[in-house]
C-alpha cells in the first residue's frame, strides 16, 4: 500500500465502510455477476442450461409481446401502487407531522402496523375481503348496488390494493419526515397573505416535501416493482407480473437463462428510475436548504 | 375611527393566562410597541390580531370591521415573522407577488407592484434570487416588502430586527421607521428589545403577564413611569425602597432610603401619603465628580468611592459605594478621552430631586 493511499484512507475514513462493503460484496454484487453469464445460455427443456453462448434471452423480452404485457403491467402496477400512496399518504403524513398531542406516536405505530403483520396472513386477509365470495362482494350485493360479484382480486385492482395497503406506511413516514422540516411559520406567513388551507397544502407544504415524496415514491415504486409473494398470492397463478414470472421461469420451469435475463431487465428498469428521479430531485433541492 | 381597535381581549392557556382584558385604539398610521418580557402576552396578541390564534374573548375591529371570527386569510393585514418566513423554493419576486397573486391581480399589475415595492425596500435586481442566496439584511426586506405588498390595512411585525447583528439592527430600525412612514401603513411592533423600541414608536404599550402596565409616549414611559414595573423595565436604574420623611419646601419632600442615606425629591401625588415607597434613579442622571458639586446645581450630593470602572466608548459605567450607605450605578458621557476616576478614586456622586422618581412600593 502507498502511503498516499494510506493517508487519504485515514483521513476520509472510508475504511469504516469495509464491514458492509465486504457484505454486498460477497452477498450481492457476486451473485449477480454470476447469474450474468447464465442469462447468455441457451436454455434446454428439460435439463435446464444449455451449453454454449446466446442473446436469445434478451432478444426474445424485447420482441415476446408476452414479455411486454407483463413488463408493461408490472409498470402501470408500481406506478399505480405510487400514485395511491402519494394520494392516501401525504394527507396523513401532513396530520401526522403537525400533530401537537402525545397520540402522535401511537398514531405512527398504527400507520407502520401493516409491516408487522406477517406477509402471508396480510395477503389471505385482503383474499378474505375481495374474493368472488368475499366480504365486500357479498355486502355489495346484498345491499343490491350491484348484481354481480366484482373481480377484485387475481387482477391489477386486487394486486393494486394489497400493494398499495402494504408500502403506504413507507410513503407516510418519508413523507412526515420532509414535513416536519418545513417550519409552521411558512403555513402561516401564506395564510396571512391570504392562502386558504388547499392553497397552502399546494402552494407551500407539496413543493417542500417533494425531497420526501420522491424518496417515498422511489421506494415504493421498486419494492412493488420487485414484491413477490403478495403478488403471487393477490394475483393468483396465471395473472403474472416481473417478479412472479422470473420466479416461475427459475421454480417451475428450470429456465434459468430467461429467468437471469429477466432479473437484470427489472434491474436496469429500477436503475433507470432511481437515476431519473434523482436527477430531478437533484435540480429540485438546488434551490432548497 | 382608530385603524384598530382590540377591546376586552382575553386568552388562557390550562390554567395560564396569556392575555388579560387587554384594551387598544391604534390610529391610522400610527406605530405602535407592544413591548415587554418574553412570556408577557406580546406575540400572543399580534397572533390573534392576525388571526392565528382564535381569543376566548374580546372583539378585534380592523377598521371599524370585527374581524374577531373571521379567518386568518380574509383579514387583510401584513406579518413579518421573526424568523422572516419566506418561501425557500420560490425567488424574491414569487415571494413578494405571493399575496398579490391570492387577490387575482393580473399579472402585468402584480408585475408593476412588486418592482415598485421593491424599489421601496431597496432591492431592485434581486427578484430572481432565493432566500439562500440573500444576507440576513435582504431577506428581512424581502419579508417586509412580501408583507406590504397586497397593501395590508395593518402591518404586523413580530420581533422583525432580533435576528440581525447589532450593527445592521440601527440601520434597519431607521430603514423601516422610514418605510412605514413613507407607506403611511398603520403598524404594531411586537419586540422585547427597549430602545428599539423607543427610537421606533409613537407610542408604546408596555405588557407584564398578559396585563398592560401603560401606554403612552416613550418619553412618558420613561421619565414619568405608572407604576414600579415600568420604573425598573424602562432603562438602567438604582432601586431602593423608602420611607417618606418631612417635607422640606412647598415643592420639595425627603425621603429616608432603608440604606441608611437621605435625598430630596419632587414632591406629587404618589409621594404625598406617607408610608413606604419604590425609589428609582436612572444611571444617566447621577453624575460623578472629583470635587463636592455647588449645592445650588445638585440638592442630591454624596461623597463616596469608585470600586468598577467600565470604559465602553461613548459612556463609562461606574459602581461607586457611598462613605455610609449604598452602592450607586451610574453612567458617565466620555467627554475628554482621559482616564478619571478609576477604581480606588474619592468621589462625589450627585442628581436633581427631579431624577428620582417615585413609585408605590406594590406588593414585592
Known sequence: MTNRLRIWLNASGIGLLSPLAIVLLLAFIAPVLIMFPTSLHPYTPGVGIGEGWTLENYVEIFSDSYYHEVILRSLGMAFSVMIFTIIIGCPLAYFLARMQSRARNWLVLLVIFPLLLNLVVRSFGWIALLSKHGLINDVLLSIGMIDEPLKLIFNLTGLIIGMTHIFLPFMVLLVMGSIQNIPVDLEEAAAVLGSNRTRVFFSIILPLSIPGLLSGSILVFILSISALVTPRLLGGPTYKVISTLIYDEFMQLLNWPAGSALAFVLTLIVLVVIWATGRFSKRWMAHLT | ?364
Open chain 2, 1 to 364: 375611527m382608530p385603524a384598530l381597535s382590540i377591546k376586552q381581549l382575553r386568552k388562557t392557556y390550562g390554567a395560564t393566562t396569556a392575555v388579560d382584558s387587554f384594551d387598544l385604539d391604534v390610529a391610522e398610521g400610527e406605530f405602535v410597541s407592544l413591548l415587554g418580557p418574553s412570556g408577557c402576552g406580546k406575540t400572543t396578541i399580534l397572533r390573534m390580531v392576525a388571526g392565528l390564534i382564535t381569543p376566548d374573548s374580546g372583539q378585534i375591529v380592523i377598521a371599524g370591521k370585527d374581524v374577531t371570527h373571521v379567518p386568518v386569510h380574509k383579514r387583510n393585514v401584513g406579518l413579518v415573522f421573526q424568523s422572516y418566513a419566506l418561501f425557500p423554493h420560490m425567488t424574491v419576486f414569487d415571494n413578494v407577488a405571493f399575496g398579490l397573486r391570492r387577490n387575482n391581480l393580473a399579472e402585468d399589475k402584480v408585475k408593476e407592484r412588486v418592482i415598485t415595492v421593491l424599489s421601496k425596500v431597496r432591492l431592485e435586481g434581486l427578484e430572481d434570487r432565493f432566500p439562500k442566496q440573500l444576507s440576513g439584511g435582504q431577506q428581512q426586506r424581502v419579508a417586509l416588502a412580501r408583507a406590504i405588498a397586497p397593501e395590508p390595512t395593518i402591518l404586523l411585525l413580530d420581533e422583525p430586527l432580533s435576528n440581525l447583528d447589532k450593527q445592521l439592527r440601527m440601520n434597519m430600525q431607521i430603514e423601516l421607521k422610514r418605510l412605514q412612514r413613507d407607506v403611511g401603513v398603520t403598524t404594531i411592533f411586537v419586540t422585547h428589545d427597549q430602545s428599539e423600541a423607543m427610537a421606533m414608536s409613537d407610542r408604546i404599550c408596555v405588557l407584564e403577564s398578559g396585563k398592560t402596565q401603560q401606554i403612552g409616549v416613550p418619553e412618558d414611559l420613561y421619565h414619568r413611569p405608572e407604576n414600579k414595573f415600568i420604573a425598573t423595565f424602562l432603562g438602567r436604574s438604582n432601586s431602593f425602597t423608602a420611607s417618606i420623611g418631612k417635607s422640606v419646601s412647598g415643592k420639595l419632600v425627603q425621603l429616608d432610603l432603608d440604606e441608611g442615606i437621605q435625598i430630596l425629591a419632587t414632591a406629587s401625588d404618589k409621594v404625598a401619603s406617607s408610608g413606604k415607597v419604590h425609589v428609582t434613579i436612572r444611571h444617566e442622571t447621577v453624575k460623578i465628580s472629583k470635587n463636592p458639586p455647588d449645592k445650588s446645581k445638585a440638592l442630591n450630593r454624596f461623597k463616596g468611592k469608585v470600586i468598577y470602572r467600565a470604559f465602553s466608548g461613548s459612556i463609562i459605567d461606574y459602581v461607586v459605594t457611598l462613605d455610609d450607605g449604598p452602592e450607586f450605578l451610574l453612567e458617565a458621557t466620555n467627554v475628554d478621552g482621559e482616564r478619571h476616576a478609576l477604581p480606588g478614586a474619592e468621589v462625589w456622586i450627585s442628581f436633581e430631586a427631579g431624577a428620582v422618581l417615585v413609585n408605590e412600593l406594590g406588593d414585592q
